[in-house]
């Protein structure tokens, strides 16, 4: 792989840094606090702005009616997006429900659903953790049983991210329990307004409401809303946590984390000293220039695999090493940033409801700063665990 500067890369950069000096409005820029998706009254103006320039897909195929994006340019989108403050889109739909959507929906499927992606009009979570099963994700015993044609669904689900704003739920069932675990699970789109669905709010450490339980009991989901065919729901799931490996790292949060670095770095100490002063914090930003290059090539590598459509188990190993050093850099990094800002480290712990009238010294530079450092302990675990990483990684690469 080559490492030198890809100038078309560069003009495309250009071309989105344009885009968003153009079309961001002012009151929507920097207003996402910690990693996660932006409210409802933020994702769904910037996701009509976005689809109004033909960018309302921006992972997916032309086939499709995305951008056609290769895995770099879809990068370099997200870092700027990132750098200039913008919402998020909504990631579940965008990245994991529509690429499903693309190759296994029906046509009737497709019509119903796909336009509300693009036009950001209805919300989607994720519905596949169960207390239990987790990790072992195919052990799951939420039921779905036939009953003329709807499945009656009964079950809970667990840690389900936004699903007390969301529409719609894509949800893992098991539709047979004869059957080894993998082939007796399906995939359904479930209507969250449908009678017997119960969201709890979980409260975590940085301090957001983003986490749910779920929970069914009773609901009636039409059989037209199963995506391909009773027991097809292992092998969707698998295309669908095959996206995107180049992502996991989340490079553009790594490199917003060293420009937060590099601006702390000239505030003083006590003494008047700019912090870049002291020796300790000076080699641990350089350490950390050195972790984020070293990201930033493995990223470029994973890319170049996904780009070359190689799916071999040492190309999903690699995937597995980014998510694992990435997020270790995720939370490394964060929580530096909030111990560099020393006494003010109670001010970088936002309460959700805080306005700016409640400003106070470093206000700016440190809010939501440890909000982000509680938020980015979990990314250890979302999206696989680090553990589950190694394990893939040894039996990969070490065949273990
Ligand atoms: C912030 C956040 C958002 C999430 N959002 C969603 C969502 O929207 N929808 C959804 O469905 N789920 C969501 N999840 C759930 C997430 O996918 C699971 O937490 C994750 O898969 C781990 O499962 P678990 O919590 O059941 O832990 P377990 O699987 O029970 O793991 C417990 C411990 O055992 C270890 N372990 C398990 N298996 C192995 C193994 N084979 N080898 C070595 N160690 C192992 C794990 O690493 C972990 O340390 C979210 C989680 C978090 C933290």
Redesign the pocket.
């Given at each position: 792989m080559d490492f030198q500067p890809d100038l078309s890369l560069e003009a495309f950069r250009e071309q989105v840094r344009g885009f968003l000096r153009a079309k961001l409005p002012a009151g929507l820029a920097g207003r996402l606090r910690i990693g996660?998706r932006s409210p409802r009254e933020e994702l769904a103006p910037w996701q009509r702005i976005l689809n109004e320039n033909g960018w309302g897909a921006p992972y997916w195929p032309e086939a499709h009616g995305g951008t056609g994006w290769n895995v770099l340019q879809r990068l370099v989108f997200d870092e700027e997006c990132t750098a200039a403050g913008t919402p998020t889109q909504d990631t579940?739909a965008q990245k994991l429900l529509g690429p499903v959507l693309n190759a296994f929906a029906t046509p009737e499927q497709k019509a119903e659903h796909l336009p509300h992606i693009f036009n950001g009009t209805r919300f989607w979570?994720?519905?596949?953790?169960?207390?239990?099963?987790?990790?072992?994700?195919a052990s799951l015993r939420t039921q779905a049983v036939r009953d003329g044609d709807a499945y009656v669904v009964n079950g809970q689900?667990?840690?389900?991210?936004?699903?007390h704003r969301a529409d719609w739920i894509f949800l893992?069932v098991r539709t047979d329990t004869e059957v080894k675990k993998q082939a007796g699970i399906s995939f359904l789109l479930v209507d969250m307004k449908t009678p017997g669905i119960t969201v709890r709010p979980i409260h975590?450490i940085d301090g957001c409401h983003?986490?749910n339980e779920t929970f069914f009991d009773n609901v009636r989901v039409p059989v037209a809303n199963r995506i391909g065919a009773e027991g097809d729901g292992w092998k969707i799931t698998k295309f669908l946590l095959n996206n995107e490996h180049a992502t996991a790292a989340d490079l553009p949060m790594l490199r917003k984390y060293m420009r937060q670095i590099r601006m702390l770095a000239q505030q003083r100490d006590g003494e008047g000293r700019a912090l870049i002063a002291c020796p300790q914090f000076a080699q641990q930003v350089a350490r950390f220039e050195a972790d984020l290059s070293a990201i930033a090539m493995l990223v470029q590598r994973v890319a170049a695999l996904e780009q070359a459509q190689d799916h071999s188990a040492a190309a999903h190993a690699l995937g597995s090493i980014l998510k694992v050093r990435g997020t270790e850099l995720q939370q490394r990094m964060s929580s530096f940033i909030v111990e560099s800002l020393g006494d003010f480290g109670p001010v970088a712990f936002a309460p959700p409801e805080a306005d700016a009238g409640d400003a106070l010294p470093m206000e700016d530079i440190a809010r939501g700063l440890a909000n982000e450092m509680f938020?980015r302990r979990?990314?250890t675990?979302?999206?696989?665990?680090?553990?589950?990483q190694?394990?893939i990684i040894a039996r990969a690469l070490f065949q273990l």
């Open positions: 996660t579940g979570c994720q519905g596949f953790s169960e207390p239990g099963s987790g990790s072992d994700l689900k667990i840690w389900t991210s936004h699903a893992l975590t983003h986490l938020f979990a990314s675990i979302y999206g696989g665990t680090s553990e589950v190694r394990g």
